[in-house]
């Protein structure tokens, strides 16, 4: 049950009995149980009922005063957001930076955000941190952002790629809440992803499943950032998007489709047509229900959509092609801070709520974004 909690961050108890098999009494006999030992108290926010009697009452686990941070480093961004254990997002910082700001000022821009949201009166009680996927020396970063961070806070820090918690925030909060398998791309600079199947992230046999930047449409294609040939992410990354399109940003882009002019439309067609083939291949291997698309280009919306729909009801070989959601993400520039709070909540070898310490259980350490 109160895994459940954490990682849902509020139930009525027929959600909790649907979520964990146990009886409505049993149920009823733990919460009290809990309730009485503080570990977990009634919702305090309003949940949106049916509009018809009384809506259900809702559990948290107790938040007293701790609270998870999120740092997401961008290529050209850092971003912190603060959230109590509840789900309740405190507040957040946004920094824009140029491509070569060095790792040493990112950090130091994260501890001053961090310092300031965290202040003297909340406790922090673990740090879920993401980095770009495909950035030069990529693991020494993973290990400084861990040391760095981890040195001045003493509380746990994961690191994961940043493309992977935005699909993390989008399926625990966002565009994805309600799926259970979930193919989420991060169409910006770079192009990377996050596959969810049975309501599991899937991460791989080497950890780098959900590359579908690097997915490969024409071997002998231009080459990518990673040395290959005719990767996804070789014609559909921002940059390469804008430039064809002559556009100076997204918004320029949106504008231009607007007055629908012939170029802008040709291009965001060709673009969605693209991720369309490696969705409908996608789709013929695994049979999943649902896509998100989010990062800086997903913001372009129906004619993208439209382009990406059409060609997975025309290639995909799965007989729900045609009923595949496709959604644009919800949760704008905070995803990837907020994917790094959801990571430490599905984290179970980090413990984050109010536990006596009778209740203190040697979990094994969980492999990163399993629950
Ligand atoms: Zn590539």
Redesign the pocket.
């Known amino acids: 049950m109160l895994d459940l909690l954490r990682v849902q961050g509020s139930a009525s108890r027929a959600q909790i009995a649907e979520g964990t098999g146990l009886s409505r009494a049993t149920i009823s006999a733990i919460t009290a149980n809990l309730r009485r030992s503080g570990l977990i108290v009634r919702s305090d926010t309003a949940v949106e009922g049916s509009g018809v009697g009384r809506t259900p009452e809702h559990l948290t686990l107790n938040p007293g005063s701790r609270v998870i941070v999120g740092v997401e480093f961008s290529h050209t961004r850092v971003t912190v957001v603060v959230s109590d254990v509840t789900h309740r997002v405190l507040g957040s910082k946004v920094r824009e930076h140029d491509h070569d700001e060095p790792w040493e000022r990112r950090l130091g821009t994260a501890i001053g955000f961090i310092d300031a949201l965290v202040g003297a009166t909340l406790t922090l009680i673990a740090i879920g941190s993401g980095v770009p996927g495909a950035i030069s020396g990529r693991s020494g970063v993973v290990d400084r952002v861990e040391q760095c961070l981890g040195d001045r806070y003493r509380v746990p820090v994961r690191v994961e790629n940043n493309a992977r918690l935005a699909g993390l925030a989008e399926f625990s909060w966002g565009a994805g809440k309600d799926m259970q398998d979930l193919v989420y791309l991060r169409l910006s600079e770079g192009v990377g992803g996050l596959l969810i199947v049975d309501d599991e992230p899937r991460l791989g046999n080497t950890d780098s499943a959900g590359e579908f930047?690097?997915v490969c449409i024409d071997p002998n294609g231009p080459v990518?950032?990673?040395?290959?040939r005719g990767?996804l992410?070789?014609y559909v990354g921002l940059g390469t998007v804008l430039a064809r399109a002559d556009a100076a940003s997204v918004g320029e882009l949106i504008e231009a489709l607007d007055r629908a002019e012939p170029r802008a439309l040709a291009v965001t067609t060709d673009a969605g047509a693209r991720i369309g083939l490696v969705l409908a291949n996608t789709c013929s291997i695994l049979d999943i229900s649902s896509v998100v698309l989010g990062g800086a280009l997903a913001q372009v919306g129906d004619q993208l959509v439209r382009a990406v729909r059409q060609m997975v009801v025309r290639h995909a070989y799965s007989g729900g092609a045609e009923q595949l959601r496709i959604r644009t993400a919800e949760l704008g520039n905070l995803d990837g801070a907020l994917g790094g709070v959801a990571l430490v909540l599905r984290d179970r070898s980090i413990p984050v709520g109010f536990r006596p310490k009778a209740m203190t259980s040697t979990t094994q350490r969980g492999k990163a974004l399993t629950a």
Not at 224 to 228: D, Q
């Open positions: 930047g690097h990518c950032r990673c040395a290959n990767c992410e070789a």
